[in-house]
């Protein structure tokens, strides 16, 4: 009799800890809520459930494609002098800062993707070390818009020419659109390059939007934070209001960043510019904004690679005003030790001028056109002739989103085009967000 007790209750014991049947099967494997299809030759990622879970999905579903960008990572940045040691030694300084729940996802893509933890960590240092990014990201709202919603425009700027050396294939060959479902934060959209465990820009289901410019800040900067793209990830997760993802963005600072940060729910959209120590937060009337010869322009927020708050532009430049064209061209042949941020005055300018032609009529057609009009030099020939001497603002992705209502248009660069010069695809978020896998 005490024997028959005893295996009722262990089988009653163990019948509370191992599920039984097919759910089994589904509850345990981490694959469950991952999917990958294909739109118009674009890669959807859905990632769904625990951190480990998303990042397993993420490496497991993209194999192939995040071994040939973390070879073209590691072979690019030691042409230019960081080797892979050299990664790894800026990871052991920034991890410290890092969530508990991204280092989860850095584990599952590792797992999932059967790359070693330590090499998904150093490619994702490619963000904190490399400068060579020029950007621009603008928000316009109320009056500003054909209906008055918000519009979040983001141009991702960085080099075409990195290229996996054994595949041949270029980083911007494997870009991606993630749809996010963490089961601890919020759902969101964004795009990628695989292998990226951090953002460059996004929208989340609380129509909060997100994107950042590099705005270097050589006399202010450290290692010693959590990484922007790391930081932008987590507004996505965890804002439902544009000051969360304020106090996010602002907390564990490293180096120099604009950011532009809209709520469409209000509608609102925010500057951040800050660097290790410094950091300024305003909207389009602030009287930051009119610091000349930088101005301001009515419901809409905009910025490019410089700071315009003069005390942060003091730890980028010495000299406040970026005008001068002879000033920069003699730092690019050599004559003089700084940069004084030229071209990117220059990219403001031109950026602000045509959204003030197209202002009270913006929208995400209007703005996507604009944008690329910008980009290809129609309407500006010294700006054309500059772009193409000297290959600047070659994109690697554009998008316009209206946070509010989910809607996105958005342009991948391909092995031999930028961004601007292949075709613009429209997607909804709530659509991915609910749909099924095939």
């Not at 494997?29 to 625990?50: F, Q, T």
């Not at 289901?205 to 994107?211: A, D, H, K, Q, V």
């Not at 005055?345 to 959204?355: C, R, T």
């Not at 054309?384 to 998008?399: C, D, G, N, S, V």
């Amino acid at each position: 009799m005490k024997k028959i007790i005893g295996i009722f209750f262990c089988t009653l014991l163990i019948g509370t800890i191992i599920p039984v049947g097919i759910n089994a099967i589904e509850i345990y494997n981490p694959l469950d809520g991952g999917w990958l299809e294909e739109r118009d030759g674009i890669k959807i990622l859905h990632i769904s459930g625990s951190s480990y879970e998303m990042g397993y999905q993420y490496g497991f579903l993209l194999k192939e494609e995040i071994l040939e960008n973390s070879r073209a990572v590691i072979n690019f940045l030691e042409q230019v002098g960081f080797f892979y040691n050299d990664l790894l030694d800026v990871w052991n300084v920034m991890k410290v800062y890092v969530p508990p729940e991204i280092i989860k996802e850095m584990n599952g893509m590792a797992n999932g993707s059967e790359i070693s933890f330590e090499q998904i960590s150093a490619i994702n240092m490619l963000g904190p070390i490399y400068h060579d990014i020029t950007c621009c990201g603008s928000a316009a709202w109320g009056p500003a818009t054909s209906d008055g919603n918000l519009y979040h425009m983001r141009s991702y700027d960085a080099s075409l020419n990195i290229r996996d050396p054994i595949s041949g294939k270029y980083l911007q060959e494997n870009q991606i659109l993630i749809v996010r479902k963490p089961n601890n934060g919020y759902a969101s959209l964004y795009p990628a390059i695989a292998c990226d465990i951090g953002i460059v820009g996004g929208i989340n289901e609380n129509s909060i939007g997100i994107g950042y410019k590099l705005s270097w800040s050589p006399e202010d900067k450290t290692f010693h934070g959590t990484p922007k793209e790391f930081r932008m990830k987590m507004i996505l997760d965890h804002a439902s209001t544009v000051e969360e993802a304020i106090d996010i963005v602002n907390a564990n600072k490293t180096k120099g960043a604009n950011f532009i940060i809209s709520d469409g729910k209000i509608p609102i959209g925010f500057v951040v510019e800050q660097s290790a120590n410094l950091s300024y937060v305003g909207t389009w009337n602030n009287t930051v904004e009119s610091n000349r010869p930088f101005w301001r322009i009515d419901h809409v927020v905009r910025r490019t690679n410089c700071f315009i708050d003069q005390t942060l532009a003091s730890v980028q430049r010495h000299r406040y005003s970026p005008r001068s064209f002879l000033l920069w061209l003699s730092w690019k042949v050599g004559f003089l030790e700084e940069n004084n941020l030229f071209p990117h005055w220059k990219h403001y300018w031109i950026l602000s001028k045509d959204i003030e032609k197209h202002w009270g009529d913006m929208n995400l057609n209007n703005t996507m056109s604009m944008l690329r009009t910008v980009y290809s030099g129609k309407t500006d020939i010294s700006w054309a002739i500059l772009t193409k001497i000297f290959e600047f603002f070659r994109p690697m992705h554009q998008w316009v989103a209206c946070p509010e209502t989910g809607d996105i248009v958005i342009s991948f660069a391909s092995a031999d085009r930028a961004a601007h010069e292949n075709p613009a695809y429209y997607f909804n978020m709530y659509e991915l967000l609910n749909s099924e896998p095939p």
